[in-house]
């Protein structure tokens, strides 16, 4: 009992460390104060910098450093009481180069080195996940940021300054939408028109056909073709009546009514002669048939 209960511990304790893995986060971007920067819950625009989790799960930051300092790597320290520091899956936080960690959880007690770099540290103090180095010619209303050549990979490997894209990932604002590549390739819209035009078209005509031929099947003007059977498939009592028929030259009336009396036990799947082959037609000079004085209409005479 003790075995599964220790193997279930270990293996959910794997899985937080998976959800915890700090070296995940990256420095996505970073920007000195301008008028043109986000505005912080003062009013104020200060420096700010980007935190971004690059992995499908949960990191929590709380108790992690940042610092612009190689020499003082526990220069400020983002709080751990507060239950905010949490980035989701591909998620970003934001925090304030403002020079004060006191005004809230957010905030750090340095602003942004210009020409110099910011670290992201892990808290146990030594560790570095993460540095970013700001331009010293970093244009006026220009971010430094980290670019993924696939964001699906979350690979952030090209670095450069940008427009500002605070709270959201880096690059996509870049890629262009199919609409916006065909609106460069086609400005005046001709082949989405032509394209448009021939799947209406086309959708058109194959309803006309549709219609038109349900409609003749259904009044009887076309008729679906029946595959005749062959002679094989008749069978042999077909063959031996077109035989009796062929072959009839008396002048005697059963036979053609016998013959059509087996004409009308075999297309009515009736039981007739049972020999394989052959179907036996014989003169019964006895019966009704062959009395012809049954022939004779009565006729009653006046007195």
Known sequence: MKKPVLFLTALFACLGLWGQNLSDLIISEAMPGS??????????????????NTSQGTVSFGGCFLTDDRTNLTKCQITKDDRSTRIGPRQVALLYAAGNSALGTYYLNFTLPSGGTVYLVSNDGRTIIDSLSIPAAL????????????????V???IHSAAPSPLS?????????????????????????????????SALLILFLIYNLSGNIFTGRV??????????????????????LKSYTSGEDDIPAAIALALHLYC????????????????????????????????????
Not at 184 to 189: C, I, L, N, S, V
Request: no cysteine.
């Open 223 to 244: 008729r679906l073709k029946r595959k005749k059977r062959s002679k094989a498939a008749e069978g042999p009592e077909a063959a031996a009546i077109a035989l009796a």
């Open 169 to 201: 990932l880096n690059g996509r604002h870049e890629q262009k939408s199919r609409a916006q590549k065909m609106k460069e390739t086609d400005p005046k819209g001709w082949s989405l028109s032509l394209v448009a035009v021939a799947v209406v078209f």
């Open 35 to 52: 008028p043109v920067s986000v505005a912080d819950d003062y009013g104020n625009h200060p420096d700010w910098i980007e935190i971004f």
């Open 268 to 303: 009515g799947s009736g039981v007739h002669d049972t020999e394989p082959g052959f179907i036996t037609i014989k003169v019964n000079n006895s019966s009704a048939w062959a009395d012809k004085s049954l022939n004779f209409r009565k006729q009653t005479h006046k007195i």
């Open 139 to 154: 244009p006026e209303g220009m971010s430094i940021s980290k670019f993924a050549h696939d964001n699906k990979e979350m």
């Open 156 to 158: 952030f490997d090209d």
